[in-house]
Every structure is written in structure tokens, then in C-alpha cells.
């Protein structure tokens, strides 16, 4: 089945830095990739969606200058949280959607644990 | 929000099957049913998915009913590593481009 990694998969940093978190599909090209954030005992919260070459679009609620996301190819996208605070702590998980239609499901990734101390 | 509803929580004894339900009763006749799990601190993997007919892949069986009001995850003989919170979606296929609203799940419990 088609993969998808995040890097890193664990992070810690001081408050007000700012963290790069990627995606990248492995073996398949996906025009479209989603970002997710879930905090402990709750579901995945959509945060916003990523496409190739275009701006993402964000949730309600979501700061779009405080949650960098840039897809520049067709295999990665990237998500940069900007000072982040203690509140940013989170399990970010993205998701990408094949460009390809012989694929029926999306793929998610392993997530990324982000640690605001 | 998501479009369906399920128990918050299930136990399963170790080799007998899971049978996990799933209510959709807005379901438009353009949505599949997907069935996604997660394991702790991983991401969702996903399991099956269905229009109309029920189906069977080496991890399960997704029997969907005549109406497609309401579905049924089956996990036919589970084991331990089946502890996860497993996730009912109904969605138009993935080539509409659409991301996946995840509710909140059933956390199913396979005890020894």
C-alpha cells in the first residue's frame, strides 16, 4: 500500500520558537494533502487543506499566520508552527490524497508529537 | 460534523469476533461507508470501505444494510493488537477531493 511519513515524529521545543513539521507520500503523487491536529482522548480535527501549488485553505479557528503550510510539490507539504506556545502541544497527523483515481482511500501518516514546553 | 454515531466504547474477548455498529441514517446515495482504526499514537490505517454491497478484505468484513442507514465492522477473530479507536466516515468517494470529518469513534477494548 502507498505510504506516507512525517518528519519528525517527535518534537520538543521552548515557547516562541518555531517547529517545521513534513509530509511526504512516498511512492505516489497527491495534489491535495490535509493537516490534522488531535489532542489527548479527542478525535482528529481537521485544520486545514493543502494543495499543490495554490494556498491552503483553513478551518474556522485556525490561524493560517500561525500555522504555515506550504505544498510546494506534489510529494511534500510542510507545516511550520510559528511561536509556538505551551497551548500548540498537540499530535499533528496529515493525511494525503492520491492524484491517482485507481486509489480509494486516503493515506495518513504516523503523526507528530509536539511537545511546547 | 460527523455523520454518524457510534457506541463510545466496546470489549472484545480474544479470538471471538468484533462486531462494531455504525449509524448513517443521512446518508446520500453518493457516500461510502469507510471504516478507519488508531492505535495509540499512531496515525489512522484504514480498513475497508463500502457503497452498497457488503465487503471482506483479509482484515475485515463491512456488512452494510439494504436501507444504508447503518452499517457493521466485523473483525472475525480478534486479537489483542485489534486495540484501537475505530472510526465509521461516510463520504463521497476520495477523487472529489475531500478530506474525512472524524467523529468520535469506538474505542474497542480486546481483553485476554
Known amino acids: 500500500g502507498a505510504v506516507v511519513s512525517q518528519h519528525p515524529s517527535r518534537v520538543i521545543c521552548k515557547s516562541g520558537t518555531s517547529v517545521k513539521i513534513e509530509c511526504r507520500s512516498l511512492d505516489f503523487q497527491a495534489t491535495t494533502m490535509f493537516w490534522y491536529r488531535q489532542f489527548p482522548k479527542q478525535s482528529l480535527m481537521l485544520m486545514a487543506t493543502s494543495n499543490e501549488g495554490s494556498k491552503a485553505t483553513y478551518e474556522q479557528g485556525v490561524e493560517k499566520d500561525k500555522f504555515l503550510i506550504n505544498h510546494a510539490s506534489l510529494t511534500l507539504s510542510t507545516l511550520t508552527v510559528t511561536s509556538a506556545h505551551p497551548e500548540d502541544s498537540s499530535f499533528y497527523i496529515c493525511?494525503?490524497?492520491?492524484?491517482?483515481?485507481?486509489?480509494?482511500?486516503?493515506?495518513f501518516g504516523p503523526g507528530t508529537r509536539l511537545t511546547v514546553l | 460534523d460527523a455523520k454518524t454515531t457510534q457506541p463510545p466504547s466496546m470489549d472484545c474477548a480474544e479470538g471471538r469476533a468484533a462486531n462494531l455498529p455504525c449509524n448513517h441514517s443521512?446518508?446520500?446515495?453518493?457516500?461510502?461507508v469507510y471504516w478507519y482504526r488508531q492505535i495509540h499514537s499512531q496515525g489512522p490505517q484504514y480498513i475497508i470501505h463500502?457503497?452498497?454491497n457488503n465487503e471482506t478484505n483479509e482484515m475485515a468484513s463491512l456488512i452494510i444494510t439494504e436501507d444504508r442507514k447503518s452499517s457493521t465492522l466485523i473483525l472475525p477473530h480478534a486479537t489483542l493488537r485489534d486495540t484501537a479507536v475505530y472510526y465509521c466516515?461516510?463520504?463521497?468517494?476520495?477523487?472529489?477531493?475531500?478530506?474525512?470529518?472524524f467523529g468520535p469513534g469506538t474505542r474497542l477494548s480486546v481483553l485476554p
Open positions: 493525511s494525503a490524497l492520491p492524484t491517482s483515481s485507481s486509489y480509494n482511500e486516503q493515506f
Open positions: 466516515i461516510v463520504r463521497v468517494g476520495v477523487n472529489y477531493g475531500q478530506n474525512f470529518v
Open positions: 463500502g457503497l452498497k
Open positions: 443521512t446518508i446520500s446515495g453518493n457516500e461510502y
